[in-house]
């Protein structure tokens, strides 16, 4: 993991607050940024997924220019494991 320094607004760190230690639903603010962060790329991919932006494949090698990997939990096997999803970008969202 890579450490990432984020200007967020004094409200939205103290609703984090409120979410984040012991007995509630997030162990650290770390793990809620990164909770957070995977839901909002899933959200995007769907929505440039059925826009005809990009469009899943199955790739070993690619370039960071015109692929994105995001892990999603593989829920089959008996053990945590992360799998990946390849998409590759047709159009540029922006």
């Known amino acids: 993991m890579k450490i990432v320094t984020v200007n967020i607004p004094i409200v939205y760190l103290e609703?984090?607050?409120r979410l984040v230690?012991?007995?509630?639903?997030y162990p650290s603010?770390?793990?809620l940024v990164r909770v957070v962060v995977h839901?909002?790329?899933?959200?995007?991919?769907?929505l440039a997924k059925n826009t005809g932006k990009?469009?899943?494949?199955?790739?070993n090698?690619?370039?960071?220019?015109?692929?994105?990997?995001?892990?999603?939990?593989?829920?089959?096997?008996?053990?945590?494991?992360?799998?990946?999803?390849?998409y590759k970008i047709l159009k540029r969202l922006y």
């Open 15 to 17: 609703a984090i607050e």
């Open 21 to 25: 230690g012991d007995d509630k639903l």
């Open 29 to 31: 603010r770390s793990e």
């Open 39 to 46: 839901e909002f790329l899933l959200k995007e991919l769907k």
């Open 54 to 59: 990009i469009e899943t494949v199955d790739v």
């Open 61 to 86: 090698d690619f370039d960071d220019e015109n692929f994105v990997r995001i892990p999603v939990a593989n829920k089959t096997k008996e053990e945590p494991q992360r799998d990946f999803k390849t």
